[in-house]
């Protein structure tokens, strides 16, 4: 099995550096028998010898590591990515601060052959599912448009039909949500998404949000962006 992964991240120091090495190094070693080809986004300093070197003996997995030209805006860089995966069935969405637990894949895997009508994945979050949802995943496949609680825009993995339909990914959105535009695009299309219970990535949080040049216009200025596309929810 192969799978297209698109990553962004901002190595602004040794610390993300080690954090978005910690994602991948996971994601590589949580399935052996799973090909991860990775395109690596990047919007800070170059590393790129650094994180080349994650692959170690495992001649199987892949990272191509882009540096755009552009300005930074979340959907504008995985569109950048999209033009650099392959073509496999399978495409990750995936933030830099994450850790794999084995299986993960194998659990979405067999949910999705139970479930061939749902398209979009997102897996469980213990630490943050459990504080937050008071433990809330009663089932196994838990399917749910809404953010964090189904949609979950830390870790998405969907269908290439997905992106089939989508065309794109909406360039007006520069960070925060992204995800709620995802969640009401797959709505809008009839494409389902559910959460999956046994699959678990932890998300650490450790987000690049205070590395961003215009903080509150892409994080709390992107409410009116959504609400004009989609109205108040």
Known sequence: MIVDVICLTKT?????????????????NSQPEVEFHVVLIESGPTRE?????????????????????????????????MKHIGKSDWILIINNDLEFESGWLDRIKEASELRPDIDSFSPFEPDFHNRYYNGWASSEINESYEVCFGVCGWCILMRRSVMDTMGSWDERFLSWYQDNDYAETLKHNGIKHAMIKSSIVHHLGETSIDLMDDKQLMTSGMKEVFENKWGKQ
């Open 12 to 28: 602004a120091n040794d610390y993300y550096f080690e954090l978005c090495s910690k994602t991948i190094e996971t994601l590589f």
């Open 49 to 81: 010898d650094g994180y080349i070197s994650i692959r170690k003996g495992n001649v199987n997995n892949k990272i191509k590591y882009i540096i755009p030209e552009e300005k930074f805006a979340y959907n504008r860089f995985l569109n950048i990515g």
